[in-house]
């Protein structure tokens, strides 16, 4: 089947260009995310996630780590970009979304590593953890169009997402893939200093909802265009993992895929917190995929928790930080 295409290629002429300089404007006071600094990045201000006007990157790599019908045989394209809108006590990511560890790069830069993604053979390109720099990404993504590039951006988020950014993303995102983390605020401003999470991320993924519906997968397995959630389940129920996927079924559709992720481990600050200090049981992931069952989702994607060979990356080597990474973690299945 044929490669498919960017929806930002269907925009009208000169339309990318002006999402990218609307979307540059929110840093001059900046309310990028729902963190809504206020300070001014394009003036040298800083606010929680510690970046300026510019574009701050850890990796560009081929992965081979993400869904099915994301990964398809030849992987996804990721932009990891460096610092975070949360600051999660356990993430995974922790050397890029709170070391700082990365490098500036400028606009055209960025271009030409998408391109270089793009003649490497991959599927999609994703930018992870976006929320927070979006404006530069964007602007990126316009230089590139410009030289020939064509592949459906996938938008990988923590979910803690402005619904005024996301707007300037419709008809420029195809695949929405956020991570919701947490159904109680208290939680959420414990273990990543977001005490307005559940009610910022769940007015975030309406909007996405909204612009793209469920996802849709093509005849060949990979994803066309469409929403598609990641919940990680946490030990000692900490996720809210019923709440969210009620959530999920109710106020969107159980048409919408769940990607129900056993892969939580004990990094980062998460060693030295009570009930976070060890991996969940098999027990606690049959109890989360007996609710998605209860609630009749159509597609759920998931993951052994007894498998050792979980894809903790180090970015210590960001030309190749998942050194395992032609391992597959997800298996799916139909309700």
Request: glycine share 10%; aromatic share 8%; net charge negative.
């Amino acid at each position: 089947m044929e490669q498919i295409q960017g929806s930002y290629l269907y925009l009208p002429e000169g339309e990318l260009d002006r999402r990218a300089e609307t979307a540059y404007e929110i840093y001059r006071e900046c309310r990028v995310c729902p963190r809504g600094c206020g300070v001014d990045r394009t003036g040298g201000g800083r606010g929680f996630c510690g970046l300026g006007d510019g574009l701050k990157v850890s990796s560009f790599v081929r992965h081979y780590g993400e869904e099915p019908p994301l990964v398809g045989q030849t992987g996804v394209g990721n932009i990891f970009v460096t610092s975070c809108n949360l600051a999660c006590s356990y993430c995974q990511n922790y050397q890029i979304s709170q070391e700082d560890r990365g490098a500036d790069r400028p606009f055209a830069v960025v271009a030409e590593e998408m391109l270089q993604l793009q003649a490497g053979g991959v599927n999609f390109l994703g930018w992870v953890s976006p929320s927070h720099i979006v404006p530069g990404l964007l602007k990126s993504l316009a230089l590139a169009r410009k030289k020939g590039f064509r592949l459906p951006i996938v938008y990988n988020t923590n979910a803690y997402d402005s619904v005024e950014t996301l707007k300037l993303l419709d008809g420029v995102v195809d695949v929405y893939l956020p991570d919701l983390k947490y159904s109680d605020n208290r939680i959420a401003r414990d273990l990543s200093r977001a005490a307005d999470y559940v009610e910022r991320s769940r007015e975030a993924v309406l909007e996405m909802f909204r612009q793209v519906g469920p996802l849709r997968v093509r005849g060949d397995g990979l994803a066309e265009r469409g929403l598609m959630v990641r919940h990680l389940v946490l030990p000692e129920g900490a996720a809210g993992t019923w709440e969210t996927l009620c959530f999920i079924a109710l106020e969107l559709s159980p048409r919408v895929p769940v990607s129900l992720m056993s892969q939580y481990r004990p990094v980062h600050r998460a060693l030295g917190i009570p009930g976070l200090a060890r991996r969940i049981t098999a027990s606690e992931y049959q109890a989360a995929l007996a609710m998605a069952g209860e609630l009749g989702f159509e597609t759920l994607f998931t993951q052994d928790p007894e498998d050792e060979v979980h894809n903790l990356p180090d970015f210590r080597n960001p030309n190749q930080p998942f050194p395992l990474d032609r391992v597959r973690n997800h298996e799916s299945f139909v309700c």
